[in-house]
């Protein structure tokens, strides 16, 4: 009788016969036989991301850019499937589509090296059979010339900082890492005590 009850509360607790799509991934030879949505790919692809160990700030570029660039689509009223994606789809209603929207090249070059990746990765994993990124190039940026400080400018920059001053002293040497090391300003915020090598005068970044 006690058998009788487990094997009740099993078949009740049990799952269907049907595996998830998740489920299928990994032992699936032909991924693109099964009709994944979008948000799906995309949860996938950012899985992948994290076991990468990539860092927290370029997962979150991956998923903002990639949800920007379905909004888009959404915007257009285009519920095409992800299968059905071409190179005119980025061409037309991506490219073209963001650059009527006032969108600057910058931007739009970030979202399609985001769209690279993320379908780069699909094409990878045989999630899809064909690339629409394949054949899309970056836009083309007409560089311009950033004006620099003069010396003079820069000697009143440091000047400003009162060296009597605990907030002085750090805005001082904050500016002389940057003019000294060209680090990013996100790099330089991110240094740890730990990463300095004092013997060899080095600062890890």
């Known amino acids: 009788m006690e058998n009788e009850r487990k094997l009740q509360r099993k078949s009740k607790s049990g799952r269907r016969g049907e595996l998830s799509r998740e489920e299928l991934l990994p032992i699936s030879d032909d991924n693109t036989e099964i009709e994944y949505t979008f948000e799906e790919l995309l949860e996938i692809f950012i899985e992948d991301c994290e076991l990468r160990n990539l860092r927290e700030h370029t997962i979150k570029y991956y998923r903002s850019e990639l949800n920007a660039f379905i909004k888009l689509l959404k915007e ?23 650059k009527e929207k006032g969108l600057k090249t910058v931007s739009i070059n970030s979202r399609l090296r985001a769209m690279r990746a993320f379908f780069n990765f699909l094409e990878g994993r045989n999630l899809i059979k064909s690339n629409p990124m394949k054949d899309i190039k970056l836009l083309k940026d007409r560089k311009r010339i ?32 940057l003019l000294e090391t060209g680090v990013r300003v996100n790099e330089l915020v991110g240094i740890k005590t730990t990463d300095i090598i004092w013997e060899q005068k080095v600062i890890r970044i």
């Open 76 to 98: 257009q009223e285009i519920e095409l499937r992800v299968s059905e994606w071409t190179g005119e789809t980025i061409k037309r209603n991506v490219i073209m589509y963001m």
């Open 146 to 177: 950033v004006e620099t400080f003069d010396n003079q400018q820069i000697k009143a920059l440091f000047k400003a900082c009162d060296l009597r001053t605990f907030v002085g002293l750090r805005d001082y040497t904050i500016m002389m890492l």
